[in-house]
T-cell receptor, first 114, second 110 residues
Framework: DVKVTQSSRYLVKRTGEKVFLECVQD?????MFWYRQDPGLGLRLIYF???????EKGDIPEGYSVSREKKERFSLILESASTNQTSMYLC?????????????FGQGTRLTVV | SQKIEQNSEALNIQEGKTATLTCNYT??????LQWYRQDPGRGPVFLLL?????KEKRKERLKVTFDTTLKQSLFHITASQPADSATYLC?????????FGAGTTVTVRA
């Protein structure tokens, strides 16, 4: 059974902390994505990666960075957490190519910054 | 700028009726469009993909149409059931970037 696993289901961090959200997929997918989801705003793309060590900005990259050192792992980093980064964070992966098939999502990490 | 817009209002329907959801897009030339289902507190789950040369696609009680001239996709749930209650998202890809609409929440009353 295909799987995308996010390291934490719930996380509470303090303002100014450096926060790491980890995502691992076991499907050998080339593409990986980080989204945040807020009520009324839907899923917004933060960063994505189409290969190891490659990364591209999404629609809202400010305040975030990513790392992809291995194909199966894609990390989202909040350099200095702020309260407006309180949100549900979702990781996804998909196969390479323009004829992409479906994206598989993790269960989400609900991050609260206090 | 690129936009993906879905019905902004929630949809409440009676069991057995057909729910119709709309996805409109601007500044995309998609080769395909996807629909996902999301239940509260969970990640989206893929339902259907329709390609630009396909006018209609069906999967069980789901039907999707894709009109590249109108820049619109319609998503139908026929013979709806309370278990169909969820948020439904459309998604478009531009190169490797996969973007989603805000979703439409459907509630099916028994």
């Amino acid at each position: 059974d295909v799987k995308v696993t996010q390291s934490s289901r719930y996380l509470v961090k303090r303002t100014g902390e450096k926060v790491f959200l980890e995502c691992v997929q076991d499907m050998d997918h080339e593409n990986m994505f980080w989204y945040r989801q807020d009520p009324g705003l839907g899923l917004r793309l933060i960063y994505f990666s189409y290969d190891v060590k490659m990364k591209e900005k999404g629609d809202i990259p400010e305040g975030y960075s990513v790392s992809r050192e291995k194909k199966e792992r894609f990390s989202l980093i909040l350099e200095s957490a702020s309260t407006n980064q309180t949100s549900m964070y979702l990781c996804a992966s998909s196969l390479e190519g323009h004829e992409n098939t479906e994206a598989f999502f993790g269960q989400g990490t609900r991050l609260t910054v206090v | 700028s690129q936009k993906i817009e879905q019905n902004s209002e929630a949809l409440n329907i009676q069991e057995g009726k057909t729910a119709t959801l709309t996805c409109n897009y601007t500044n995309y030339s998609p080769a395909y469009l996807q629909w996902y289902r999301q239940d509260p507190g969970r990640g989206p789950v893929f339902l259907l993909l329709i390609r630009e040369n396909e006018k209609e696609k069906r999967k069980e009680r789901l039907k999707v149409t894709f009109d590249t001239t109108l820049k619109q996709s319609l998503f139908h749930i026929t013979a709806s059931q309370p278990a169909d209650s969820a948020t439904y998202l459309c998604a478009l890809s531009n190169d490797y970037k996969l973007s989603f609409g805000a979703g439409t929440t459907v509630t099916v009353r028994a």
